[in-house]
């Protein structure tokens, strides 16, 4: 399997990069095989403290490659060699899309140019995304015949709201990056110079920060399924850890001697 999804450590930030840029990374069966993998291998890096995800070649990703829709019925198999079909094949590119979210790091996804249909939900998956001035984001799965089912209709609506995500499905239609912003679609606006170097060095903070930015995104989105007595429970749980931990002490001693913070992530 060649290498369509590279790995590489920067400053703490693991650069997950899509290299497809030849079709403008569209995303094929070993791109989701190699993105979930990638992801994994973040999570168990101790060199890492945040990821950065983009594609290589000025463009995030226009959507699925049309080999994955043929690839159901024709060689999709597991580890037994039995065919993969149905809720299990698309439960398998799921996965894929929902490791950027469960992983106990910050991930950002760093949009440029086309952010079509599989990879506006790719990008929906992570925990904040940032778009270059030249951003185009669309659901495009109904020009497909299709809905979106990466995830899409499950995080559009807590993103966005229901109405405006039902509206971009229904229409497929692009969105640009100053909307993006204004809709909460995306949450930050880099750089038009070099917007992967502004992504870069915002990320690179997060990577260096404490050990609660790693807790935080899942403590978010957890809440969001539990009621007031149980939210305030696994917050009062996740601030236990942070207290217990050496971050907060970093934190107060470099308070005390006017110094900048030396973080471990912990």
């Known amino acids: 399997m060649s290498e369509v999804v590279s790995y590489e450590v920067v400053d703490g930030v693991a650069h997950v990069t899509i290299e497809r840029p030849e079709v403008k990374?569209?995303?094929?069966?070993?791109?989701?095989d190699q993105l979930r993998a990638r992801a994994e291998e973040a999570a168990g890096d101790d060199r890492v403290g945040a990821v950065l995800l983009r594609g290589r070649g000025g463009v995030f990703s226009s959507g699925l490659d049309t080999s994955?829709?043929?690839?159901q019925a024709d060689a999709a198999t597991d580890d037994d060699g039995e065919p993969i079909t149905g809720h299990g094949f698309i439960a398998g590119l799921q996965d894929a899309f929902t490791a950027y979210e469960t992983i106990d790091k910050p991930t950002v996804a760093c949009i440029?140019?086309?952010?079509?249909?599989?990879?506006?939900?790719?990008a929906a998956a992570c925990h904040v995304r940032a778009v270059a001035p030249d951003a185009q984001l669309s659901?495009?799965?109904a020009r497909w015949g299709l809905v979106?089912?990466?995830g899409g209709t499950w995080r559009l609506p807590r993103l966005i709201g229901l109405g405006r995500a039902t509206e971009l499905v229904l229409t497929a239609r692009r969105v640009d990056a100053e909307e993006a912003v204004r809709i909460g679609l995306a949450e930050w606006l880099l750089d038009g110079d070099d917007p992967v170097a502004d992504a870069h060095d915002?990320?690179?903070?997060?990577?260096?920060?404490?050990?609660?930015?790693?807790?935080?995104?899942?403590?978010?989105?957890?809440?969001?399924?539990r009621d007031r007595t149980a939210a305030l429970r696994a917050e009062a749980d996740a601030q236990l850890?942070?207290?217990?931990?050496?971050?907060?002490?970093?934190?107060?001693?470099?308070?005390?001697?006017?110094?900048?913070p030396r973080f471990v992530g912990r």
């Open 112 to 122: 440029q140019s086309y952010c079509f249909g599989g990879g506006i939900q790719l």
């Open 148 to 150: 979106p089912d990466l």
């Open 139 to 141: 659901v495009l799965e």
């Open 241 to 260: 850890a942070c207290l217990g931990g050496p971050d907060f002490v970093e934190a107060v001693t470099a308070s005390l001697e006017r110094r900048d």
């Open 68 to 71: 994955v829709f043929g690839a």
């Open 202 to 225: 915002r990320v690179r903070r997060l990577a260096a920060g404490p050990g609660a930015l790693r807790q935080s995104p899942r403590l978010l989105r957890e809440n969001l399924e």
């Open 25 to 32: 990374n569209a995303m094929s069966l070993d791109v989701f």
